[in-house]
């Protein structure tokens, strides 16, 4: 398969903890990356490989993955968090990229 | 600085031809994978080509496959995407974005060319 499944919206209180989902087959043999875009902006890498971040990204953002299942954790959201994120991963042939739906998070 | 500057966006109508470049600077350009990602107004990412650090490996989308061609010119850091036959559905914001491998994901992105096909 080279889908990857993501909740269409997602929302958090300030302050509080959030965990986006994407769900893929091909997320069995690959690891997800997490991009966050901002309105009007170009996409950010947030997280990448097992629980890796770019440099200058906040610790406030985690990966992990189990199964099927990737998951990106915001902890004590910000309200600049507020953003879509897209997960992004190789397809089962490991030959194309292939994105999420995409998650528009709302910090309340 | 870390940049990729996209080049080349504009309105086209259908059936026509478009080339987008993508200039690279502040990193090794040539050992990076380098990806064009399109974003349709108001939709989500889709990846259209990826072309290896080396240009051994193409792929391309469905979508695209025989209508794009991905090249890339590392002595000149640049990155390339032509657009033949080109629909009212390739309408979208097109960016490139760098890859150092399966693993590290796209680190590196444009700020984006806009396409608009359109009669």
């Known amino acids: 398969s080279s889908e990857l499944t993501q909740d269409p919206a997602v929302s958090v209180a300030l302050g509080q903890t959030v965990k986006i989902t994407c769900q893929g087959d091909s997320l069995r043999s690959y690891y997800a990356s997490w991009y966050q875009q901002k309105a009007g902006q170009a996409p950010v890498l947030v997280v990448y490989g097992k629980n890796n971040r770019p440099s200058g990204i906040s610790d406030r953002f985690s990966g992990s993955s189990s199964g099927n299942t990737a998951s990106l954790t915001i902890t004590g959201a910000q309200a600049e968090d507020e953003a879509d994120y897209y997960c992004?991963?190789?397809?089962?042939?490991?030959?194309?990229?292939?994105f999420g739906g995409g998650t528009k998070l709302t910090v309340l | 600085e870390v940049q990729l500057v996209e080049s080349g966006g504009g309105l086209v109508k259908p059936g026509g031809s478009l080339r987008l470049s993508c200039a690279a600077s502040?990193?090794?350009?040539?050992?990076?994978?380098m990806n064009w990602v399109r974003q349709a107004p108001g939709k989500g990412l889709e990846w259209v080509s990826s072309i290896s650090s080396s240009n051994s490996y193409i792929y391309y989308a469905d979508s695209v496959r025989g209508r794009f061609t991905i090249s890339r010119d590392n002595a000149k850091n640049s990155l390339y995407l032509q657009m033949n036959s080109l629909r009212v559905e390739d309408t979208a914001v097109y960016y490139c974005?760098?890859?150092?491998?399966?693993?590290?994901?796209?680190?590196?992105w444009g700020q984006g060319t806009t396409v608009t096909v359109s009669s």
């Open positions: 974005a760098g890859d150092y491998g399966d693993y590290y994901g796209m680190d590196i």
């Open positions: 502040g990193f090794t350009f040539s050992s990076y994978r």
């Open positions: 992004n991963s190789r397809d089962s042939s490991g030959n194309f990229w292939v």
